[in-house]
């Protein structure tokens, strides 16, 4: 066994510079793996603080080229910019974003007015005379423009050296819809829709900075599929945005697209029983990630978001964490942990004991325990599994039944097949206990993904106790971790940052909000990796 703890040692250990960083690239993506000229200008840009203002141009079109570039377009697609002539031949070209502007009260109170301009106008002082809006706004910093389309506002240019800005913003806002799987008691209370649109208009509402990016594409499938990469511009790795677009095309074959279906088609590994992939429904922890320098990809028709990368340890984790102080944080994470573990060990560990490990249970209960069992028919690994069996079926008619009498099934058919059970003496009331303490601990697990992976590696366990004891729960046990320490989530490893070990990031416990100083060096951010060249060259 000694080889075997060195080889465990040797993967849990694994320093930063052992294991690099992976992703599945294709040649064509390798070779053109140097980011763009723009992405290091913008990176350079952000990576400044505090920005400088600088005046607008002197040429129109190098204005609308300077802010296009500050608003990332047109990689951009929710930003338009459109060019439309006065009544006196002057040109204007208009800048807003289609997805959080109204378009009807731009189309009534801008467009039209400005089609019957017919006097030439010099300055954005005149122009503002002539436009019936409230809270036009006049500016010539370019920053000041590009925050004020992302807050909603429309620019409006006709190569002066100020340019408007007219509020005319239309935010989706709590009737969008609410989150029903993710609920919270603090925090906000309002979900995504099946309405694409709808979703990047909260997200937008949600991060109010311009370098949030929705990258739009649509899949050749039979219903034209819109999605939309969401991320940070200076913060995203750009090798990362490029690997999820090349997994994308991978998707055009299949007649319709959902995100379980893309989830499937771009994690890393498919068969495995753990996800590589996480989804919420929730646009605060969406704008959490996406502020860490993770990706989400919008589907349309879904109000699901998938998040990559997303680690083990970050699917074990709720909304409402980051919401509470990091002690009760802890407390309920500590709780999680211990549901995670009674959902997968408690019915081997139990098996296991009384087939095996007798000597290890107190005399007295063992005693009890041997009274409770004298005319029960079935061996102790067939009196568990009937019990599971019966605890699966009964989840899985309480979901498939209406709504209204699901509970009252879940309920009453568990305490009632539970008591017959005994009374026919089938089973024998600590398998009842143990199965219903499991039971509660796979409910406690907040991914569903994790706790389908959990509900399976249960019934492997089960097996293994029966056959080989403790010793069978070890090697089971260590070959799972061996392959959660194996895994990558979009080429970033599925344990981090236990393994490899990152003391300045998050594990199990939560930290205070105070200490948050960097980005996540795990998920390989151009800000983090910016810090680390310095702190490198600081060591040099």
């Not at 300077?66 to 929710?78: E, T």
């Not at 997200?203 to 969401?230: H, M, N, W, Y």
Request: with cysteine; charged share 15%.
């Amino acid at each position: 066994m000694a080889w075997f703890k060195k080889a465990f040692d040797w993967i849990v250990q694994l320093s930063e510079k052992d294991l690099p960083y992976r992703f599945s690239l294709s040649p064509e993506a390798q070779a053109t793996d140097a980011p763009t000229t723009l992405d290091k200008t913008l990176s350079k840009q952000s990576s400044t603080q505090p920005q400088h203002n600088h005046a607008l141009p002197k040429d129109p079109m190098d204005q609308v080229k300077y802010i296009a570039k500050l608003l990332h377009h047109p990689r951009n697609s929710d930003i338009l910019i459109e060019e439309r002539t006065a009544a006196s031949g002057q040109l204007f070209h208009l800048i807003y974003s289609q997805i959080i502007t109204d378009l009807i009260g731009i189309q009534r109170y801008l467009l039209e007015p400005l089609s019957k301009v017919s006097t030439w106008c010099d300055t954005a002082q005149e122009l503002a005379t002539m436009i019936s809006c409230s809270g036009i706004m006049i500016s010539e910093e370019p920053d000041v423009l590009a925050d004020g389309v992302v807050e909603g506002k429309v620019v409006v240019l006709l190569g002066a050296s100020t340019a408007l800005l007219c509020p005319f913003a239309n935010y989706q806002s709590r009737n969008v819809g609410q989150a029903i799987n993710e609920t919270v008691v603090r925090g906000p209370q309002e979900g995504f829709t099946e309405n694409i649109s709808y979703n990047m208009s909260i997200l937008r509402r949600t991060i109010g900075c311009r370098d949030l990016v929705f990258d739009s594409r649509t899949l050749q499938d039979v219903a034209e599929t819109k999605v939309s990469i969401a991320f940070m511009a200076h913060l995203a790795n750009p090798r990362l945005i490029k690997e999820i677009h090349r997994r994308l095309d991978h998707c055009d074959h299949v007649p319709i697209i959902i995100s379980g279906i893309i989830s499937q088609f771009i994690e890393d590994h498919p068969k495995s029983l753990f996800p590589t992939i996480s989804y919420t429904e929730r646009p605060d922890v969406v704008a959490r990630c996406i502020s860490s320098g993770q990706v989400a990809i919008l589907v349309s028709n879904q109000n699901q978001v998938l998040i990559m990368p997303a680690p083990f340890i970050f699917q074990l984790s709720t909304a409402e964490d980051l919401y509470l102080r990091s002690t009760s944080a802890n407390f309920l994470r500590a709780i999680r942990f211990i549901a995670f573990s009674i959902a997968l060990l408690a019915p081997s560990i139990y098996v296991g004991l009384i087939n095996f490990q007798q000597e290890m249970i107190p005399s007295d209960l063992l005693l009890a325990m041997k009274a409770a069992r004298l005319n029960i028919p079935f061996p102790t690994l067939v009196e568990v599994l009937l019990l599971e069996v019966s605890f699966e079926l009964i989840r899985e008619a309480s979901i498939r039944v209406p709504q209204v009498i699901g509970s009252t099934i879940g309920i009453v058919g568990a305490l009632i097949i539970g008591q017959a059970a005994v009374e026919a003496n089938l089973v024998s009331p600590i398998v009842v206990i143990i199965v219903s303490v499991t039971g509660l601990g796979s409910f406690a697990i907040p991914n569903q993904e994790i706790a389908f992976a959990v509900r399976i590696l249960r019934f492997v366990f089960l097996l293994s106790s029966s056959l080989f004891g403790f010793l069978g729960i070890a090697v089971v046990f260590s070959m799972t971790v061996l392959h959660l320490a194996s895994i990558y989530t979009v080429g970033v490893p599925y344990l981090t940052p236990l393994s490899p070990y990152r003391k300045n990031e998050e594990g199990f416990l939560r930290r205070s909000v105070l200490t948050y100083e960097s980005f996540p060096l795990s998920f390989r951010t151009q800000k983090s990796q910016a810090g680390d060249s310095t702190s490198g060259s600081a060591n040099s």
